[in-house]
């Protein structure tokens, strides 16, 4: 009996000794292999606001696409339940939003809208797929210019949920099969900000 | 003598066990310091791993329990933030400088960390996100049905 037993000690020293690599070493094996996946196959949302106050005021926020797919629909709160949004205004003073996107989607490319005032310059066009929204407000000291660049597909996506709803999680999957795209880009006196996507899951600007 | 060496060995390889069960999640690890008036300094290590089994054991009270049922209806979000969190253990997510104030939150080897500066004042906070993941979806089941 002692020899039998004694025979069990190296065993047993083995097996703890394993316990511990291993619960040691698959953490830092898993951690590594995450990294490079999430580096490589992930799209990510990013948004940067750089303030030319005083303050300095800089925000980065970076969102991987999928997380916020998977996320939203556990929100529910206020006009955002189940990943759409209710919006009040799908018919504005009588402008059916969703009739006059579909005719946008089936027209050719070309400039839309075309607005030039002492004001503002403002353009809507459609081309390659996407929608262009541009406005340049002259009213401020230092001119500002906001651009918007959404795909259709995008838009297609937001719109595919019932009547007054945004369907914010189509429009996300639809995005994340876009290619790397700057979305708003917004530059004033102010404030610069950015809004784009790409793979890398940090803001390297 | 042998007899000794047998004892140590199985009380070593006990504490061994237990040490590599007790850490295999990580460290819950809160640092608060301030450098104004008194000039508190709160330094809280606990291994993750005993978070949501001590849930189990202690009985919110009073305004614990109050504060318990009125996030509850949020742990839902935060269990799905925190699982799918997991999947990026390396990323940088918020970042936000105002003067001063600085806040940055971001996950590293599979932890969330917080760090939010301001004048007099520091705050560091890292939690695995496999514990917000337990600790939240036992919050969850707290919720008062709607």
């Not at chain 1, 953490?27 to 948004?47: D, K, M, N, P």
């Not at chain 1, 205004?89 to 059916?96: A, E, P």
């Not at chain 1, 946008?104 to 996407?130: H, I």
Request: some cysteine; proline content about 4%; glycine content about 6%.
């Amino acid at each position: 009996m002692t020899s039998r037993t004694r025979h069990f000690f190296p065993v047993i020293a083995f097996l703890a000794a394993s316990f511990l690599y291993a619960s040691l070493g698959t953490q830092a094996q898993t951690s590594s292999a995450q990294s490079s996946t999430s580096a490589h196959g992930e799209r990510w949302l990013h948004v940067r606001v750089i303030s030319t106050n005083s303050k300095g005021e800089t925000v980065r926020v970076n969102v991987p696409l999928e997380l916020a797919e998977k996320v939203l629909p556990a929100i529910d709160h206020d006009r955002l339940h189940n990943g759409k949004v209710r919006v009040g205004c799908m018919d504005c003073d009588g402008v059916d939003v969703r009739t006059v996107f579909e005719a946008v989607r089936s027209s050719k490319d070309g400039e839309f809208v075309t607005v030039q005032s002492n004001d503002a310059d403002v353009s809507v066009m459609k081309k390659e797929g996407m929608l262009f929204v541009h406005v340049h407000d002259k009213n401020k000291p230092k001119h500002s210019q906001v651009e918007v660049k959404v795909p259709m597909k995008v838009v297609e996506a937001l719109l595919s949920g019932s009547k007054d709803e945004l369907d914010i999680v189509a429009g996300l999957h639809a995005l994340a099969g876009q290619g790397d795209v700057e979305l708003v880009s917004v530059k004033d006196d102010e404030n610069t900000i950015r809004v784009w996507l790409d793979s890398k899951n940090v803001t390297t600007d | 003598m042998v007899l000794l060496a047998k004892i140590a060995l199985g009380f070593g390889a006990t504490v061994v066990l237990a040490g590599a069960y007790t850490f295999h999640e990580g460290v819950l690890r809160v640092d608060v310091d301030e450098t104004h008036g008194r000039g508190q300094h709160v330094h809280v290590w606990v291994p993750a791993a005993i978070v949501p089994m001590a849930m189990h054991f202690v009985v919110p009270r009073g305004r614990m329990l109050e504060a318990e049922e009125r996030s509850a209806k949020f742990m839902p979000l935060v269990h799905a933030v925190a699982k799918e969190l997991q999947k990026y253990p390396e990323a940088e997510l918020v970042e936000v400088h105002d003067g001063p104030q600085y806040i940055r939150v971001r996950t590293h080897n599979g932890n969330l960390l917080i760090d939010a500066e301001e004048p007099g004042q520091t705050v560091h906070v890292s939690c695995p996100l496999a514990t917000i993941d337990d600790v939240s979806r036992e919050l969850a089941t707290l919720a008062p049905a709607s």
